[in-house]
C-alpha cells in the first residue's frame, strides 16, 4: 500500500498563531490555549502553548492552569501538557458525536465484519467532516482513520455525500475554497466535483479511487434522520482492486437504513 | 437482566450550581457553561445553562455564541444548545483518551469477540475511572458501557483494579469518601473494599459480582506501561452465571500483555 498522504489526521488546518492576536477576551484567550494542540502538537510545553496560542507566557501559565484543575489538560512527568480526559467525558455528550456513534456501533461492525475493509461514519462539521466512528481492517493503511479526525469534504467519500446532499450555496462556497490535494488522484477541478456529486445525488452512492491514498476505494451512502434529511453518511474503504462495487453499495445502503431507524429527528438542525 | 441503577453514565456528580459562585474568573465562567452539560443534561436551553452555571443571562448568552463560533457547542431548530464537534476532535488529541483506545482496539474487539461481553478500557481520572472504550455484547445491558463515561472505583472491576494500584493515601481518600451503593450488591464498607484490594494486587485479577447491575459479574485486570507503572485497566461483564472466572482472567491477561506491548512509557505520570 502507497500512503500518498503522509499529513493524516492532520489535515485540519491548525491555528495561525498570527490569529490569536484577535482572541481579545478572557473566554478568546482560554480557547487559545485548546487550539494550540493538533494533530501533530499534541504534547506542548508552556511556552509552546503560549507561542501557538499568542498569549504572554503569565497568562498561559494561569489558564493552563485553570484548565488543568478542571481536567482539559494533565500535565507529565517532563512537565509537558497534554489533553485531558474530561474533554473525552463532555465530547460524549455530543448528540451528533459519541451519541451517534452509539447508535450506530453495531451496524457499522455489521458492515466491517462483512467488508473487511475501514469503515468511517461522518457528520458535517463546519466545511469538514469528521469521522464520529472509524473501524479498521487490521491489514489496512492505519493513517486515515481515526475518531474525531477532521477531513476535507471533496476528498472522502463521507464528505462527498455530505456535501452532495447539502444545499447549494455551501456546496459552491467549498468548491470555489482551495482544495487539497492528497494523493496524484484527488479531483480537485469544481467541475468535475460538480458532476460528481450530481451522480451522487442521481444513484444515491459516492464512489471514489484513491482520493487520499492510492490504491484504495471508498464507497459511501447517506444516513437519513427521522425527518428525512442526510445527518452523516457512512464509508467503506477497500483496495480499489475489489470489484465488488455493487456488493458494497448494496451492504452500506442495508447498514445505513438500519442505523436511520434507531435515530429521531435530526439533533442539531443549524450548523 | 435487572437495571438496578438507572443513574448508569450519570454517575458523575453534576456541578451544584450553589458552586459556581466561586467561578471568580473569566475562564471559570467559561468552564461553568461546559458544566453545565451533562450525562442528564445533555440538550439545555440558554436559561437552563445560566441557571446551572450560575451566570447571569447575558454573560451565558455572550460566551455560548463565543463556545457556539468555536464549535464547541451547536444549536438546535428549537433553540436547545448541546455539545458539539470541535470536543470530540480535541478530545481525539488526549494520549490517555482515544490515543490509547487506539493502541489497544484490536485487542479489546478480540476480547469482545472471544468472550461475547462487554469489554471496557478504563484509566484513572481525578478518584473515578473514565471508560476510553466500550464494545457493548448486543444482547447486554446498554445502560452501563459508553465511551466517556465516568464511575466510581468501588463500583467497577476497571475503577477496583486501578485503585488496588495506586499509592496507598490515594486508596484512603477514596475508601474515606462517600462510596455510593448502585446495586444491593455494592460494596461499600471500607474494610471489605482493602481486602478486595489486597487480594487484586495477590491475584493480578479482579472478580465482582452484582457491583453495579445484577446479575453480572466483571473480570478486569491492569493494563501496564513500558515503565511496568498501571496505564489502565481492561475489563470483562458478562452473566454472573458464567462459571468462566479462569478463562476470562486468562484472555484478560492475554489483551492486556498485548496492549502493553504496544504501548510506551506512561504518558501522564502527574495525575
Known sequence: MTVTA?????WAPEPDPGDAGRRVT????????LDAFGPRHRSLTLSDIARRGGLSLSTAHRLVHELMAWGALERDGEGRYSVGLRLLELSALAPRGLGLREAA????????????????????????????????ARVRNPVNSRVGDRWPMHATG??????????????????????????PMTVIDPDE?????????????AVARGQITVPDMVVAVPVLDAGGRVAA?????????DERTRELAGVLTQAS????????PSPVTEL
Open 6 to 10: 503522509e499529513r493524516g489526521p492532520g
Open 26 to 33: 478572557a473566554a478568546g484567550r482560554m480557547l487559545a490555549v
Open 105 to 136: 456501533y453495531p451496524h457499522l461492525e455489521d458492515l466491517h465484519r462483512a467488508t473487511r475493509g475501514n469503515v468511517h461514519l461522518g457528520v458535517r462539521d463546519g466545511t469538514g467532516v469528521v469521522y464520529v466512528e472509524a473501524i479498521r
Open 158 to 183: 463521507t464528505g462527498l455525500v455530505l456535501l452532495a446532499h447539502a444545499e447549494p450555496e455551501f456546496q459552491e462556497q467549498v468548491l470555489s475554497s482551495p482544495l487539497e490535494r492528497f494523493s
Open 193 to 205: 466535483l460538480r458532476r460528481t456529486l450530481a451522480s451522487i445525488r442521481q444513484t444515491g452512492v
Open 233 to 241: 453518511a457512512v464509508s467503506v474503504v477497500v483496495e480499489a482492486t
Open 257 to 264: 437504513r438500519a442505523i436511520s431507524r434507531t435515530l429521531g
